[in-house]
Structures are given as C-alpha cells and as structure tokens.
C-alpha cells in the first residue's frame, strides 16, 4: 500500500507562482513513476506531468508546458509540481499519483496504481 499526500495548494493571483508537493509513504519510492493530474468543477480530470523513477525523463500536457517544472527527490520520498505564471484556467484539485510497473511517465490515469486526496490551486484573475 502506498501513502500519498498532497501540499502546498493555495489561493494565488494570476501571474503568480506556486509549489506543490507530494510525499509518498514505503521504502520504494524511487522506483515509483510519479505523476500530476488536476480537475477542475465541472470537468474531467486531467493529465499534467509526470515524471521517471529516476527523474531523468519527464513528460507535460500541452496546456501547461513551458509553464510547470515536475521533479522528484527519492531520498524524501516526495515529488514537486512548480507551477509559473498562473492563469485562472489552472483553478483545479492537484492530484499526485503513483505507477509502480514500469520506469517510464505515463499520461494516462488508468495507468496510475495510488492516488493522493488532492490539493486545491485557486488562481485569481
């Protein structure tokens, strides 16, 4: 069983910038691909970065990229979404996600074995 929890999520203005973090329980984080989703009311969640087990491949939605930096750090068992100039269309839950059977991001929630609780962006205009 994997453990993850979610932080960092905040209420920020547009054009702002934030972090959020995900710390993941067990000994074998650095070999979990690690991943970011966000769902917004109203809509379907949806893919927006994930990243290797050893942090060497990453892989971002369009919407977001050149916007978002996902990295990881194995010996704190924790994953990072840095987000850049906000815009109110980021307005969504972050969810982190754990894939445990191969080494390579995936973009698809089926994909994904664990699942945070969530993290609540909110972008002002």
């Known amino acids: 069983q994997v453990q993850l929890v979610e932080s960092g999520g905040q209420l920020v203005q547009a054009g702002g910038s934030l972090r959020l973090s995900c710390a993941a329980s067990?000994?074998?984080?650095?070999?979990?691909?690690m991943g970011w989703f966000r769902q917004a009311p109203g809509k379907e969640r949806e893919f927006v970065a994930a990243?290797?087990?050893?942090?060497?491949?990453?892989s971002s939605a369009d919407s977001v990229k050149g916007r978002v930096t996902i990295s990881r750090d194995n010996a704190k068992n924790t994953v990072y979404l840095r987000m850049n100039s906000l815009k109110p269309e980021d307005t969504a839950t972050y969810y982190c996600?754990?894939?445990?059977?191969?080494?390579?991001?995936?973009?698809?929630?089926?994909?994904?074995?664990?699942w945070g609780q969530g993290t609540q962006v909110t972008v002002s205009s």
């Open positions: 067990g000994r074998a984080f650095s070999t979990y691909v």
């Open positions: 996600a754990a894939h445990l059977r191969t080494a390579t991001p995936k973009r698809e929630e089926y994909e994904y074995d664990y």
């Open positions: 990243i290797s087990r050893s942090g060497s491949l990453r």
